[in-house]
């Protein structure tokens, strides 16, 4: 899975990239700093199952701190988007084909509503233009493909079938695009919408295939609290998240140089190291004043557009159901990101296509009971996959 960090230029976009996986990229409070797309890491955060178990956990693919599991997940930062993108305004279409491979959005807006859709000093400006500019030009573009392609899909008698092949690069499958057809009651047999109902199935694919969560961005600045709630006006309460990425990169940054003690999400912050100059303690004061009354918002972002949004949940794969192992005798290595509804099948495929290939049945290692194949998975499970293979 994919998540892509979205919005329009000097929203703070590469700064919450910044902050969510310690990578340095350019950052400056003018339009189009970023002009290639940034990939990185970023690490959710659940609860994990050694606290459960009464065991010490050995993670192997992810990292865990006082019982809290932190699993890696990919991000990638991308231009930013200006009305017209569409069209080819801005970073236009290499914006557009960046996302492309994304499964969400994190699109960010600025909540103290001092720059414009184009990233311009601004006073007072509507942060919830911020966040309808990216979504409109998404359907926009969306049903730009769609109407290059209308001779063709006029001629299929299958048209989500049609649509799926023209769509294939998009990550949008033929059952979202089934279920956008049947939602705005379009025919779908020798597909000939007009541009109305293009757009109307565009933006009902959109919210299918590339769902959303905003970042109400600078929530450390005065006045964005009031914008903040705009905003969950516009989108709902659980699609808004207020934030300050701008505080949340320094603290991280001190606490790499080993100046304070940081965890990201918990709330706290201890300094570590004495005799920091005293604008850099003044500095450290605010923020930590400011974290213990608000919290950075940060880490909650991408918790809830992993595990709310995308619906994910973990499961912990063993080799020894009795000791939670695997045959090294690390004891729950790795933490797993599966979509829920998902089968101990689905498990196996993930781990490796030999070990699903091979699969005979698999063991609830909490219960110590045999499972089926078709298993549905719950959140925090620790299962052992029985296979006539063993993974290459």
């Given at each position: 899975?994919?998540?892509?960090i979205?919005?329009?230029?000097?929203?703070?976009?590469?700064?919450?990239?910044s902050a969510?996986?310690?990578?340095?990229?350019?950052?400056?409070?003018?339009?189009?700093?970023?002009?290639?797309?940034?990939?990185?890491?970023?690490?959710?955060?659940?609860r994990?199952?050694?606290?459960?178990?009464?065991?010490?956990c050995?993670?192997?693919?992810?990292?865990?701190?006082?019982?809290?599991?932190?699993?890696?997940?990919?991000?990638?930062?991308?231009?930013?988007?200006?009305?017209?993108?569409?069209?080819?305004?801005?970073m236009?279409?290499?914006?557009?084909?960046?996302?492309?491979?994304?499964?969400?959005?994190?699109?960010?807006?600025?909540?103290?509503?001092?720059?414009?859709?184009n990233?311009?000093?601004?006073?007072?400006?509507d942060?919830?233009?911020?966040?309808?500019?990216?979504?409109?030009e998404?359907?926009?573009?969306?049903?730009?493909?769609?109407?290059?392609?209308?001779?063709?899909?006029?001629?299929?008698k299958?048209?989500?079938?049609?649509?799926?092949?023209?769509?294939?690069?998009?990550?949008?499958t033929?059952?979202?695009?089934?279920?956008?057809?049947a939602?705005?009651?379009?025919?779908?047999?020798?597909?000939?919408?007009?541009?109305?109902?293009?757009?109307?199935?565009?933006?009902?694919?959109?919210?299918?295939?590339?769902?959303?969560?905003?970042?109400?961005n600078?929530s450390?600045?005065?006045?964005?609290?009031s914008?903040?709630?705009?905003?969950k006006?516009?989108?709902?309460?659980?699609r808004?998240?207020?934030?300050?990425?701008?505080?949340e990169?320094?603290?991280?940054?001190a606490?790499?140089?080993?100046?304070?003690?940081?965890?990201?999400?918990?709330?706290?912050?201890?300094?570590?190291?004495?005799?920091?100059?005293?604008?850099?303690?003044?500095?450290?004061?605010?923020m930590?004043?400011?974290?213990?009354?608000?919290?950075?918002?940060?880490?909650q972002?991408?918790?809830?557009?992993?595990?709310?949004?995308?619906?994910?949940?973990?499961?912990?794969?063993?080799?020894?159901?009795?000791?939670?192992?695997?045959?090294?005798?690390?004891?729950?290595p790795?933490?797993?990101?599966?979509?829920?509804?998902?089968?101990?099948?689905?498990?196996?495929?993930?781990?490796?296509?030999?070990l699903?290939?091979?699969?005979?049945?698999?063991i609830?290692?909490?219960?110590k009971m045999?499972i089926?194949?078709?298993?549905?998975?719950?959140?925090?499970?620790?299962?052992?996959?029985?296979?006539?293979?063993?993974?290459?």
């Amino acid at each position: 899975m994919l998540v892509g960090i979205v919005g329009a230029p000097n929203k703070g976009k590469s700064t919450l990239f910044s902050a969510l996986t310690s990578i340095d990229v350019q950052i400056a409070d003018y339009p189009f700093t970023t002009i290639k797309p940034n990939m990185g890491v970023a690490y959710v955060t659940k609860r994990c199952a050694d606290t459960e178990l009464h065991v010490k956990c050995n993670p192997k693919n992810s990292m865990c701190a006082d019982g809290i599991r932190m699993i890696p997940v990919k991000l990638i930062d991308v231009a930013g988007l200006v009305e017209g993108a569409h069209s080819g305004r801005g970073m236009g279409n290499q914006f557009l084909s960046d996302i492309a491979a994304a499964d969400a959005l994190i699109i960010v807006a600025d909540a103290s509503g001092k720059t414009d859709t184009n990233g311009n000093p601004c006073s007072g400006c509507d942060p919830a233009k911020d966040v309808s500019v990216i979504i409109d030009e998404m359907v926009a573009w969306l049903a730009g493909i769609i109407s290059s392609h209308s001779k063709e899909l006029s001629r299929s008698k299958d048209g989500a079938k049609a649509l799926a092949a023209v769509l294939a690069g998009l990550r949008i499958t033929e059952a979202q695009i089934s279920d956008s057809i049947a939602k705005c009651n379009l025919p779908s047999s020798g597909i000939s919408w007009d541009e109305s109902e293009t757009l109307r199935f565009s933006r009902e694919l959109l919210s299918r295939s590339k769902p959303f969560l905003v970042a109400a961005n600078k929530s450390d600045v005065h006045g964005s609290a009031s914008n903040t709630e705009k905003l969950k006006a516009a989108f709902g309460p659980e699609r808004v998240i207020a934030c300050s990425a701008a505080v949340e990169l320094a603290l991280r940054k001190a606490e790499r140089q080993g100046i304070i003690s940081y965890n990201a999400g918990s709330g706290t912050v201890k300094v570590t190291k004495a005799g920091i100059p005293r604008e850099q303690a003044d500095a450290l004061n605010y923020m930590t004043k400011f974290v213990e009354e608000h919290g950075t918002g940060v880490q909650q972002i991408i918790d809830r557009i992993y595990f709310d949004i995308l619906d994910n949940i973990v499961v912990y794969p063993v080799e020894d159901e009795n000791r939670y192992t695997d045959s090294m005798g690390n004891v729950l290595p790795d933490a797993i990101l599966l979509k829920r509804g998902s089968t101990a099948f689905d498990l196996a495929s993930a781990i490796h296509t030999d070990l699903a290939n091979g699969m005979l049945y698999a063991i609830d290692a909490r219960k110590k009971m045999r499972i089926a194949k078709d298993r549905v998975l719950n959140d925090n499970d620790v299962i052992k996959i029985v296979s006539s293979a063993k993974p290459k």
